[in-house]
């Protein structure tokens, strides 16, 4: 079973900065792309940035400069550092990883992920 378990959310005032953390578990043959989107009540999840297994990041623009996602390959780890945050940054943050893994009948190639970590700017 392949899991991935947020961590590093919380408050934070206007102008401060969080790292998110998100690691994966279980029996993986090898993890593609790695992301995190963000979401609030009534809006559709959206794109905060991914980042390829070769490190090439993309960033939604509203992030590009003050939000930066890097991985740790061999923690199995995407993180998220977040500085400079406004009170549009508010929303529950879920990370996504392309996951292949072996199973009983085959190879399975699919997204996973997280169970959302809430992140809170205060103006």
């Known amino acids: 079973q392949v899991q991935l378990v947020e961590s590093g959310g919380g408050l934070v005032q206007a102008g401060g900065s969080l790292r998110l953390s998100c690691a994966a578990s279980?029996?993986?043959?090898?993890?593609?792309?790695m992301g995190w989107y963000r979401q609030v009540p009534g809006k559709q999840r959206e794109l905060v940035g991914s980042i390829t297994s070769e490190s090439k990041t993309n960033y939604a623009d509203s992030v590009k400069g003050r939000f930066t996602i890097s991985r740790d390959n061999a923690k199995r780890t995407v993180y998220l550092q977040m500085n400079s945050l406004n009170p549009e940054d508010t929303a529950v943050y879920y990370c996504?990883?392309?996951?292949?893994?072996?199973?009983?009948?085959?190879?399975?190639?699919?997204?996973?992920w997280g169970q959302g970590t809430q992140v809170t700017v205060s103006s």
């Open positions: 279980g029996v993986i043959f090898n993890i593609y792309a």
């Open positions: 996504n990883a392309d996951i292949k893994r072996i199973t009983a009948s085959g190879v399975e190639r699919r997204d996973y």
